[in-house]
T-cell receptor, first 116, second 112 residues
Framework: AQSVTQLGSHVSVSEGALVLLRCNYSSSVPPYLFWYVQYPNQGLQLLLKYTSAATLVKGINGFEAEFKKSETSFHLTKPSAHMSDAAEYFCAVDALGGTSYGKLTFGQGTILTVHP | DAGVTQSPTHLIKTRGQQVTLRCSPKSGHDTVSWYQQALGQGPQFIFQYYEEEERQRGNFPDRFSGHQFPNYSSELNVNALLLGDSALYLC???????????FGAGTRLSVL
């Protein structure tokens, strides 16, 4: 079975400050990992994905995430927050092997607030 | 190139009724997955369709059923609606099981 835990349901930062959203996963097989962003009343937009290549993954809008197998973590970071980054962020895992391909398991989400 | 489109955008039903939600995948995509997102929660996987057959299913009761058509579009049907079925229903499409899933804007279902 696979699971995702996002630490912190709400994160608040000042504009220009570092953004750090935490995600830990559990998977019995090598996972694919994703970060999605959801703006109010919209669907999910992919920010970035890890698929067993480079452990540091760069995504859209200046976001990046690092896969750390020893810590079972996939934290999302952005060096300088922008007001437009305010949204809800979801970490998701798709465990390879068996019949789990394409079945995303999401975390509970982290709402990011950016203050001027 | 149109992305994933879902209809209707909003829907209000009463308990016990049945509902059908529709999804058109992104051009070139043949796999459609459905997710339920309750308020304040992350999306939960309902099921996935590929080649007009249900390939995988999450932990949802048989009241939830689906269909995929030859043009790869899909429907989600929910029978005997419960208040707890109120949620945002998201459709996602991909070109194969290992590809990125692209999400539609969702259908918000309210059960009164």
């Amino acid at each position: 079975a696979q699971s995702v835990t996002q630490l912190g349901s709400h994160v608040s930062v000042s504009e220009g400050a570092l953004v750090l959203l935490r995600c830990n996963y559990s998977s019995s097989v090598p996972p694919y990992l994703f970060w999605y962003v959801q703006y109010p009343n919209q669907g999910l937009q992919l920010l970035l994905k890890y698929t067993s290549a480079a452990t540091l993954v760069k995504g859209i809008n200046g976001f990046e995430a690092e896969f750390k197998k020893s810590e079972t973590s996939f934290h999302l970071t952005k060096p300088s927050a922008h007001m437009s980054d305010a949204a809800e962020y979801f970490c998701a895992v798709d465990a390879l092997g068996g019949t789990s391909y394409g079945k995303l398991t999401f975390g509970q989400g982290t709402i990011l607030t950016v203050h001027p | 190139d149109a992305g994933v489109t879902q209809s209707p955008t909003h829907l209000i039903k009463t308990r016990g009724q049945q509902v059908t939600l529709r999804c058109s995948p992104k051009s070139g995509h043949d796999t459609v997955s459905w997710y339920q997102q309750a308020l304040g929660q992350g999306p939960q996987f309902i099921f996935q369709y590929y080649e007009e057959e249900e390939r995988q299913r999450g932990n949802f009761p048989d009241r939830f059923s689906g269909h995929q058509f030859p043009n790869y579009s899909s429907e989600l049907n929910v029978n005997a609606l419960l208040l707890g079925d109120s949620a945002l229903y998201l459709c996602a499409s991909s070109s194969d099981l290992l590809d990125i899933q692209y999400f539609g804007a969702g259908t918000r279902l309210s059960v009164l």
